[in-house]
């Protein structure tokens, strides 16, 4: 029998403590519910929260839905990255614009998506950053992340 190869997806935001380790959280529990082939990591394109939590809102949302991401530390964004992923979603067009910027060739670049285009192709929608809101902002993200993981895996 043949194997699938695992598909390796990386998630980015900001500070990767609220929307991409949400992102790569609910993957994770879909991909263990379903049985799948892979691999999910997040990051973010600054350096503020390195070693850190998700923040304490996220991570208690995220508990009310379902998925834990309490164990999840951040860390930065790397040019190595872009060879070790097959997939690269980021989470808003600044996002995405600084991970451009770091990718030496087109083959880099292809790997690169706004992840609400899962949801609606060619909108480039983005998601909101909960961080200075209220609980709807973590609520609403989740319920995006959610569908968009589901377009990921083809659910």
Request: proline fraction near 4%; hydrophobic fraction near 40%.
């Amino acid at each position: 029998m043949l194997e699938i190869p695992k598909r390796k997806i990386l998630f980015v935001c900001l500070g990767n403590i609220c929307r991409s380790p949400l992102a790569e959280g609910i993957l994770r529990r879909k991909v263990a519910e379903n049985k799948l082939n892979f691999e999910v990591d997040s990051c973010g394109t600054a350096a503020y929260h390195i070693g850190a939590k998700p923040d304490s809102r996220m991570i208690q949302t995220a508990k009310n839905r379902g998925t834990d991401i309490s164990f999840l530390i951040a860390r930065q964004f790397s040019k190595s990255d872009f060879d070790y992923f097959d997939s690269i979603f980021v989470m808003d067009k600044a996002n995405y614009k600084n991970i451009i910027a770091l990718a030496v060739n087109e083959s880099q670049k292809e790997k690169v998506k706004l992840i609400l285009n899962e949801i609606n192709p060619n909108n480039n929608d983005e998601v909101p950053d909960p961080y200075y809101g209220g609980q709807n902002g973590f609520d609403h993200v989740y319920d995006l992340l959610d569908l968009a993981t589901d377009k990921i895996l083809g659910l």
